[in-house]
């Protein structure tokens, strides 16, 4: 099969990872109405095309809290992305390494904080927000001894959304083991290279919690059972007494929201509604970007995801307002169709089309690309 775009890829891993896992990666919640807005809202997102600019030399590099990095991207966090390759999280790490973006280890991870660092650099991590205060600690000082240079708080998962594809692909709901052993027999490759060979299975951040025989039924009753909706954002204040770096706020959609953010001295936000995982029906982070940008730009970082499927889609969210962005989807069908290779052809990918878009907008660094390389009509 030919790759040429993150859309490959998604055809690709659709063929060669088992149903349930596929459907968990690429659906959204009950309808999916946001999931599909967060791709149409920034493709319709027109740019204004300039010619005869002098652009022969084209820097992609930026620098974000304090990092230079090759390009404004980051592997956004992703739960159980080590079941789509053998070790996935691992691989995926290395391959951004190698490109010179930072990676952030989701806190349902399969592989571990201290197994994934070694591979990242930069690393970050993703923390939720869950009723055990103590082990959220443990979780921090863990990140922070295996050398993370941020760490991103998500808030927009009080609970876990709708998800109507996971029920029928076998990630959850009646019969739900027996259903994913059966379509793993029927993907002999990911069988025989994730399922034999790339075992430990286990959510490596969650053994204190869940116990070494934990598995995919453990992780979906973890979270029900643990993620805590009394939260506010007073509640935070204890992150900054345990955390001295870099702090991302990740889930904000709403420019209130990210003034209480910048007003609990957050370094950074994440304009994101879950890739349309979570409330079905809010905005696109397309959408919402701007009025945020506006709200709190000046204060902190923003950073965006959501519907993020080329180059040319960095550059449009770049143009939005956000200083940077962080994959999710693209990298993890990346991962499943080619592993390590994937990833990192993904990357060069996202650069290519960067370049071009860049060139033909007519700006040659990422500090010049604003909403002036916005056609008139969306402006």
């Given at each position: ?113 201290e197994e994934v660092s070694q591979a990242a650099d930069p690393f970050w ?9 103590a082990f959220m600690r443990d979780l921090i000082a863990r990140a922070k ?55 430990p299975h286990m959510l490596g951040n969650l053994l204190p919690v869940l ?169």
């Open positions: 099969m030919i790759i040429s775009s993150a859309n490959d890829f998604r055809e690709a891993a659709r063929r060669r990872v088992p149903r349930f896992l596929f459907d968990y990666a690429d659906g959204g919640a009950n309808a999916e109405e946001t999931l599909r807005r967060n791709v149409s809202d920034l493709a319709g997102v027109a740019l204004r095309q300039r010619v005869l600019k002098d652009v022969a030399s084209i820097d992609l590099t930026t620098t974000l809290f304090g990092q230079e990095i090759a390009l404004p991207v980051a592997l956004g966090p992703v739960g159980i992305s080590g079941m789509y390759a053998r070790r996935g999280e691992v691989q995926a790490a290395r391959a951004a390494a190698a490109a010179g973006i930072p990676t952030c280890l989701s806190t349902v991870s399969i592989c571990s904080i991590f993703q923390l939720y927000v869950i009723r055990d205060r001894a295996a050398g993370a240079r941020a760490l991103v708080f998500t808030v927009d998962m009080p609970v876990p959304g709708s998800r109507y594809r996971d029920a029928h692909a076998g990630m959850s709901g009646p019969y739900a083991p027996l259903r994913r052993v059966m379509q793993a027999i029927g993907r002999p490759r990911w069988a025989w290279d994730v399922g034999l060979r790339g075992r116990g070494k025989d934990s598995g995919l039924n453990d992780y979906m009753g973890w979270l029900g059972r643990n993620f805590d909706p009394s939260i506010q954002w007073k509640d935070l204040d204890w992150i900054r007494e345990v955390w001295d770096g870099p702090l991302i706020i990740k889930g904000i959609l709403d420019p209130d929201d990210a003034r209480e953010a910048a007003a609990i001295g957050a370094d950074g936000i994440v304009v994101s509604n879950h890739g349309g995982r979570q409330l079905d029906g809010v905005l696109s982070s397309a959408r919402a970007l701007p009025a945020i940008v506006e709200a709190v730009g000046d204060r902190l970082t923003v950073l965006a995801d959501g519907g993020v499927r080329s180059g040319l889609d960095v550059a449009r969210m770049l143009a939005l307002g956000a200083r940077g962005v962080l994959l999710g989807r693209a990298w993890v069908y990346a991962l499943a169709a080619q592993g390590e290779a994937g990833v990192a052809k993904l990357l060069e990918l996202i650069a290519k089309e960067m370049t071009v878009a860049m060139t033909l907008t007519g700006v040659n660094r990422i500090d010049a690309i604003d909403r002036s390389i916005l056609a008139e009509d969306v402006r």
